[in-house]
């Protein structure tokens, strides 16, 4: 489980990039220019200001930290027919939860 908000989040994702980034001597705009993004894009990105998940990527692979991505996307194991429509089941059950509250 990952603790805290979603802008203390941002700040230490953003604040390791910037590990990375300074780690390998490279500054914020040749990594944005190798990356294919804007300055204000790595900037963002780097202190949590927000950025896409586009961006995201194309910095993590140029600054070769693919297996943050490769951890974000693999399976260990697949769910089974039953696991997933039980899944959606639950999913959808919290939907109509959250919607009655509010009719309320």
Partial sequence: MVYGTKEEILSRVGGALKTCR????????????????????????ETGSGATLGTFILVCRTLGKDGWIDALTRTNEELSPIAYLEALRKANRRVRERASKRTH
């Fill in 22 to 45: 300074l780690q390998q001597n490279i500054s914020q705009q040749v990594l944005a220019e190798r990356s294919g993004v804007s300055l204000n894009a790595v900037k963002n990105l």
